[in-house]
């Protein structure tokens, strides 16, 4: 049975590939802080930015994809201010 019992998949759209992209190499760039119960994938597909999650618990799962998200609201926020084509 595997450990990873919840998982959870969350889309954000970008403006373009290239803002996409920018966030996805932004965002893989820290690791998950229980690596043993906390798996997590990013990937681009065109201009949206794809997050799978699979976790041990609900709680954790809970708490994982909201750091997750308050770090893509930061990572718009920056492209929106500073990003070309913003």
């Given at each position: 049975?595997?450990?990873?019992?919840?998982?959870?998949?969350?889309?954000?759209?970008?403006?373009?590939?290239?803002?996409?992209?920018?966030?996805?190499?932004?965002?893989?760039?820290?690791?998950?802080?229980?690596?043993h119960?906390?798996?997590?994938?990013?990937?681009?597909?065109?201009?949206?930015?794809?997050?799978?999650?699979?976790?041990?618990?609900?709680r954790?799962?809970?708490?994982?994809?909201?750091?997750?998200?308050?770090?893509?609201?930061?990572?718009?926020?920056?492209?929106?201010?500073?990003?070309?084509?913003?």
């Amino acid at each position: 049975m595997s450990a990873f019992k919840h998982s959870l998949t969350v889309n954000v759209p970008f403006a373009s590939p290239y803002h996409a992209s920018i966030a996805l190499q932004v965002l893989e760039v820290d690791p998950e802080l229980q690596p043993h119960s906390v798996k997590r994938i990013l990937e681009v597909d065109d201009n949206v930015l794809i997050a799978n999650f699979n976790c041990s618990t609900v709680r954790l799962t809970r708490l994982t994809v909201n750091a997750y998200l308050e770090n893509v609201d930061l990572v718009l926020k920056t492209l929106s201010a500073f990003g070309e084509d913003a």
